[in-house]
């Protein structure tokens, strides 16, 4: 099956820096890529669609100058969290989707903010 | 709005046994059903996908069913094995094309004990 990997697994950071994650379809093309977070024992929640060349679609109450995300090639999306707070500490998770509609998740990469 | 419900939160069954988790959504006019595996601090493995046209999917050990008109899906598990032990989620889209998007439930935890 298709395969989608994410860098980094996990990252600790201090308040106040920014953390780039990305996220890339190793053996498909992709013009569509979503973000989840996820909490502890929570469900996973839609954060963004990432649309290659164009801009990213915000799912209501994410802000969009916070998480920024950029998919700049057919392969790869990349999602900055900017001035990290300890309340951004979760879970985020990529998924890429194919032609008809099938989506392939990401391992994940757990962020801790200090 | 769709909703997702998956019953029950967590259950611990012994090996050998076979088990149903349960799925229901709010908004019947779906254009498929997914059911997916998350292992503790991973991202999700696809399992199986219906299409809205479909009653069943098989593979291997697993049964997923879709009754669209009442809301409802099933996962069965035939055999538990421990390594069956993970969190299932099931997830359906809002529509097709680039307007895809996947709603998931909050997920089953399922423990299969040796």
């Known amino acids: 099956g298709a395969v989608v990997s994410q860098h980094p697994s996990r990252v600790i950071c201090k308040s106040g820096t920014s953390v780039k994650i990305e996220c890339r379809s190793l053996d498909f093309q992709a013009t569509t890529m979503f973000w989840y977070r996820q909490f502890p024992k929570k469900s996973l929640m839609l954060m963004a669609t990432s649309n290659e060349g164009s801009k990213a679609t915000y799912e209501q109450g994410v802000e969009k100058d916070k998480f920024l995300i950029n998919h700049a090639s057919l392969t790869l999306s990349t999602l900055t969290v900017t001035s990290a707070h300890p309340e951004d500490s979760s879970f985020y998770i990529c998924s890429a989707k194919t032609l008809t509609d099938t989506q392939y998740f990401g391992p994940g990469t757990r962020l801790t903010v200090l | 709005k769709q909703e997702v419900t998956q019953i029950p939160a967590a259950l611990s069954v012994p090996e050998g046994e076979n088990l149903v988790l349960n799925c229901s959504f709010t908004?019947?006019?779906?254009?498929?059903l997914q059911w997916f595996r998350q292992d503790p601090g991973k991202g999700l493995t696809s399992l199986l996908l219906i299409q809205s046209s479909q009653r069943e999917q098989t593979s291997g050990r697993l049964n997923a069913s879709l009754d669209k008109s009442s809301g409802r899906s099933t996962l069965y598990i035939a055999a538990s094995q421990p390594g069956d032990s993970a969190t299932y989620l099931c997830?359906?889209?809002?529509?097709?094309?680039?307007?895809?998007?996947?709603?998931f439930g909050k997920g089953t935890l399922l423990t299969v004990n040796p």
């Open positions: 908004d019947s006019a779906i254009y498929n």
């Open positions: 997830a359906v889209p809002n529509s097709g094309g680039s307007n895809y998007k996947l709603t």
